[in-house]
């Protein structure tokens, strides 16, 4: 196996609201081409995690490392230009009601590239075709489903082929097929483009059907007890809590 | 039917105290309390078991539930064990059940008394704060402003497009009807006077002045601020629950020129035009009362509305138009972008963005009209 490179790094990261500190000391690797999966009870600060990677919330201490650069270290320009290298599928999709799915994963392309309008079009067929919603492109937001919705935050994530893809919670609120079928997206997508993906779940199934590798996160501890693949962790792991989690506190 | 229930202690060992429940134990009825038992227990020591009988028992639901575990606190703290076999399968189950995860000490909200300087205190540095978010949400227009004037603002010229036509052409029937009224109002109200000296002709001035130099740009001001504002505050808002805001801010886009600046444009260059049109309805409107009331002619009411009325006037109140869109745009995009993440917040929001935009409006118009006077205009 050759030795992997480092794309995101967590260093003595503490996160917190005012004075009220979520999780402290977290430090972990995400490699080049992982699905990276950060997992945890509900309210541990998954979601507070991913609000710091892609710099929407600055963190109270400590780094997070693009490549070899500090991300809250930089100014506001380079931080813009990191984060325009990654895409971000929010929980809600999060699409732009006031604009048809065509026009949400448009207008990231009309602002930063110089492609002709025809260019785009195709590129915007190609996405939506990606994520199985060839033909959608005139629908605004609120007239599909929850879990089309989703998919096509996904093409819109993609439109400008960005090297680390997040997601927040991918499967909340999707029937168990929607969410398998999004599942086998998201691992086609990192097979086929070589993207990082960055997972925020709490779905067991995902975690091993995805993952490879991850980074657990104890609300009651508040900081993290593991990190690694989730199916090695499981098998090693003898943290009571992590166990807990990884078998759905049924006991083996 | 059977009785409601009912609650009966006996004794039927030294230490062993039996709990015989009988009836409907359910929450609609009145049941006795776990005082009872509480006392029974406290008044008889010796006593090392609690036990239950239910065979009298006819149905129950959470009130039986609610009986048991208030009891079993009670019970827990005098270290006394209970012995649940008596109860039904299901009260046994879902009283495990309650007790399966321990309450959380530190979850409840800590409702401390706060002392009256404290509260005057972090009021007055949440007043400031919010005056620093006022002041930065300005600056933050500007330099948008000013990346417009450059060319380098990124917007949809579409989303420009919709909102003008929403706060021009859509507010016309709102502008004319309130306007004209005011029109008519401040007529009545001179003819009144001024017809105690028969000098009804000066109802033309009286009218001509007051709307164009003031009341027009005020009234079109509020009625945009309700319908506008309040709009604006709305949809920024909701964007901003939906986490639309925070997407475009990943993707680099500034919110503050996507969706800030075509508002701001589009009421700023609305307002002006709206306000010389209210100037028509409202001028319309004195002259009903004026030729239909007070006999002056259309001519004459035409002509002296003309002599009185000269540039200056005109130049303030559209300036003032201006200024009130202005004003309008900004507390409803603010209070919009600070809207917090739920249904509650954007009904506040879109609350505060009008009330912020009407003391700014009558802030403003004393401020103009205080500098007209200094500068004699």
């Known amino acids: 196996m050759t030795e992997k490179e480092a794309h995101i790094t967590i260093r003595d990261l503490t996160m917190a609201y005012g004075d009220f500190v979520v999780m402290h000391d977290l430090t972990f690797t995400i490699n080049r081409g992982d699905i990276f999966i950060i997992m945890g009870g509900s309210g541990c600060g ?8 892609i710099g929407l919330k600055s963190p109270a201490k400590g780094q997070v490392f693009y490549g070899q650069v500090d991300f809250w270290g930089s100014d506001l320009p380079t931080r813009d230009r990191i984060i325009r290298r990654a895409g971000v599928m929010y929980q809600s999709g999060a699409l732009w009601s006031s604009m048809t799915l065509a026009e949400n994963i448009a207008l990231p392309l009309e602002t930063y590239t110089d492609l002709s309008p025809a260019r785009i079009r195709e590129v915007v067929e190609l996405k939506l075709a990606l994520v199985g919603m060839a033909g959608f492109g005139e629908f605004y937001p609120s007239e599909i489903s929850g879990g089309m919705q989703k998919r096509a935050g996904i093409a819109r994530a993609m439109a400008l082929d ?8 991918p499967s909340a609120g999707l029937d168990p097929v929607s969410a398998r079928r999004l599942d086998d997206l998201i691992l086609e997508l990192r097979d086929s483009l070589g993207t990082t993906m960055v997972v925020v779940t709490h779905e067991l199934a995902s975690i091993f059907a995805i993952g490879s590798n991850s980074v657990f996160l104890d609300a009651s501890k508040r900081t993290m007890t593991a990190t690694g693949n989730p199916s090695t962790l499981l098998a090693e792991t003898k943290d009571p809590t992590l166990r807990l989690f990884l078998t759905r506190g049924e006991k083996s | 039917m059977s009785a409601a229930g009912e609650l009966l202690i006996e004794q039927p ?13 359910k929450l609609e009825e009145s049941l006795p309390s776990a005082d009872v038992v509480q006392q029974r227990v406290a008044g008889t020591p010796g006593v090392r078991n609690v036990v239950f009988d239910t065979r009298q028992l006819a149905d129950w639901d959470s009130g039986l539930l609610i009986f048991l575990i208030n009891l079993r606190e009670f019970c827990t703290q005098q270290k006394l064990p209970i012995d649940d076999s008596g109860l039904p399968q299901g009260a046994r189950k879902l009283l495990a059940l309650a007790a399966a995860v321990p309450e959380k000490k530190d979850a409840r909200k800590a409702a401390g008394k706060v002392s009256f300087f404290t509260h005057v205190g972090s009021e007055t540095v949440d007043f400031f704060r919010s005056l620093g978010e006022m002041l930065t949400f300005i600056g933050d227009t500007v330099i948008a402003f000013g990346n417009l004037l450059r060319g380098k603002a ?45 000098a009804q002709i000066y109802v033309a001035d009286l009218v001509g002045i007051a709307m164009v130099r003031l009341m027009a740009a005020i009234m079109t001001g509020i009625v945009m601020a309700g319908r506008t504002g309040g709009a604006f505050a709305a949809q ?5 629950v939906n986490q639309e805001i925070d997407a475009l801010k990943t993707l680099g886009i500034s919110p503050m020129e996507f969706l800030v ?11 002006p035009l709206l306000c010389l049109y209210a100037n028509v309805m409202g001028i319309l409107g004195g002259m009903v009362v004026g030729v239909g009331m007070l006999d002056i002619g259309l001519i004459q009411y035409y002509n002296e509305t003309v002599k009185a009325v000269n540039l200056w006037n005109l130049g303030i109140g559209l300036f003032s138009g201006t200024v009130f869109g202005v004003i309008v745009a900004l507390s409803g995009c603010l209070r919009g972008m600070q809207c917090g993440r ?4 954007v009904g506040e929001a879109a609350t505060s963005a009008v009330v912020t935009a009407i003391v700014g409006i009558i802030l403003s118009t004393a401020l103009i009209t205080v500098l007209c006077n200094l500068l004699g205009i």
Do not use: H, N
């Open chain 2, 236 to 240: 920024l808002g909701t964007m901003q």
């Open chain 1, 162 to 169: 960005p090297e680390v893809l997040f997601f927040d919670e």
């Open chain 2, 154 to 198: 990124q917007y949809r010229k579409s989303d420009l497009g919709l909102v003008l036509e929403s706060c021009g052409g859509q507010a016309l029937p709102i502008v004319s009807l309130i306007c004209f009224l005011v029109g008519l109002i401040l007529a009545f109200i001179g003819a009144i006077q001024l017809k105690l000296f028969g």
């Open chain 2, 342 to 345: 739920s249904a509650s917040a």
């Open chain 2, 261 to 271: 600046l075509p508002r701001m444009l589009a009421l700023a260059l609305m307002m």
């Open chain 1, 46 to 53: 998954k979601s507070t995690m991913m609000t710091i990677m």
């Open chain 2, 13 to 25: 060992s030294q230490d062993t105290l039996q709990v015989i429940l009988s009836g409907r134990w």
